[in-house]
């Protein structure tokens, strides 16, 4: 197993709307009425949520090259608070023109009538992966280009891989084999598989059980499937080779992974920056996750190019956005903070440049998305504290309760 050490990572999992703490500043955008039509030249005001200071260059650079070519103005302001600065715009009435948003707000923007719905006069529309489209479509109106995305893979640590007697023939490819090898890998000191409470890890056991959260726009959390799943980790849990990160006192499955209090964890491609800066010493390879008994599953996690309904400038902000989606521009941006292109042809060249990372690429073939439905937020939060007591709790009950909850947002 090779060590990896490239910078990675997921703006889409970490600049989710509900991962981001409230603050009180205002949006700071001008009144929309004091800027020019998109034909006029009229300037752009756009708002991002940044990971760091590596995307807001990437961002700036991006945009100041396409306002050059293309003689309109544009302004990037990056956000405190992307989901209360966003919604602070709106209420004042001077949104920002083009601006991040996560998948779990886009129903309640579009059911306003905040958000202008233009994916499907995108000139690349059909180059995006169509589970990405997806996560963006409602009531067949494909509203917002995703900008990138992130998805879940199996993290093992090399050295420890090693010690315990296995080889690259031991990666598991079932969930019997991620048992074996967990309980191989756990020793004094760690535990053989490490990973959050939260439906956002867990959800990937549902989805290679062949389960889900919502399935052709029906809730199905108290499935069969579903309950397989999460019996086969509880089982595992009080087995003693999983645990929650938490459990064995890490904030995330990346920080139990790299600290050594766990061989393997379960993570988006973000980790690989978390290591590069936090964890050099820690050698490592990814690798697919096992399959279930419904198949291959992983969760995808993903931000699109919002413009604003009211926008007097929407033609130029869908030229920008296809600009900043195309194929040269999104591996500059692989290249510069992590993300994986969210466009099919930007694959070949991805994988070329990050060939020990192609697990996480392939995950898009077969990745499920978290529900998005309006509410669905405050379903997935009340999930995850139940999920914190699955070691002792009962995966069926739980199950309900999330059924229960979803049934009341699902039309």
Request: proline letters at 4%; charged letters at 15%; a negative charge.
């Amino acid at each position: 197993m090779a060590r990896h050490t490239r910078a990675l990572i997921g703006t889409g999992a970490l600049l989710t709307a509900s991962a981001l703490a409230l603050t009180a500043c205002g949006s700071g955008f001008s009144d929309p009425s004091e800027s020019g039509s998109a034909a006029g030249g009229g300037s752009l005001n756009i708002l991002i949520g940044s990971s760091g200071d590596a995307e807001t260059a990437a961002v700036q650079s991006a945009v100041d090259a396409w306002s050059e070519q293309s003689g309109v103005d544009a302004t990037v302001q990056t956000a405190n608070d992307l989901s209360q600065q966003l919604s602070q715009g709106f209420a004042a009435g001077s949104p920002p023109d083009l601006f991040y948003l996560a998948p779990e707000a886009l129903a309640g923007y579009a059911a306003n009538g905040s958000i202008a719905a233009y994916g499907d006069n995108l000139a690349n529309k059909d180059d995006f992966y169509p589970s990405l489209v997806e996560n963006f479509t409602l009531d067949d109106q494909f509203f917002c280009a995703p900008k990138d995305f992130s998805t879940l893979a199996l993290i093992i640590n090399s050295d420890m891989w090693a010690a315990a007697g296995l080889t690259d023939g031991d990666i598991p490819t079932d969930w019997d084999q991620l048992a074996s090898v967990a309980q191989r890998l756990t020793a004094d000191g760690h535990v053989g598989l490490a990973f959050g409470a939260e439906y956002q890890r867990i959800g990937a056991f549902m989805a290679q059980a062949g389960g889900g959260m919502v399935v052709d726009g029906q809730a199905v959390a108290n499935s069969s499937e579903n309950v397989e799943a999460l019996t086969s980790v509880k089982e595992q849990l009080n087995a003693g080779s999983f645990a929650f990160a938490a459990d064995v006192g890490a904030g995330w499955g990346g920080e139990a992974f790299g600290t050594g209090a766990a061989a393997m964890t379960i993570e988006g491609n973000w980790i690989t920056g978390a290591l590069t800066n936090d964890y050099p010493d820690v050698n490592y390879t990814v690798a697919e996750l096992p399959e279930g008994p419904g198949g291959k599953g992983t969760l995808q996690f993903t931000n699109c190019w919002g413009i604003a309904a009211d926008s007097p400038n929407q033609d130029s902000a869908r030229d920008l956005v296809e600009y900043l989606t195309g194929t040269d521009q999104q591996l500059v941006f692989s290249e510069a903070f992590g993300p994986m292109p969210s466009i099919q042809s930007a694959a070949d060249a991805w994988t070329q440049a990050n060939p020990e990372l192609e697990a996480f690429l392939a995950g898009a073939e077969y990745a499920q998305f978290p529900p998005n439905m309006a509410g669905a937020a405050d379903v997935v939060k009340d999930f995850n504290a139940q999920l914190e007591s699955l070691k002792t709790g009962d995966p069926q009950a739980m199950l309900d309760t999330a059924q229960s909850n979803l049934e009341a947002i699902v039309e």
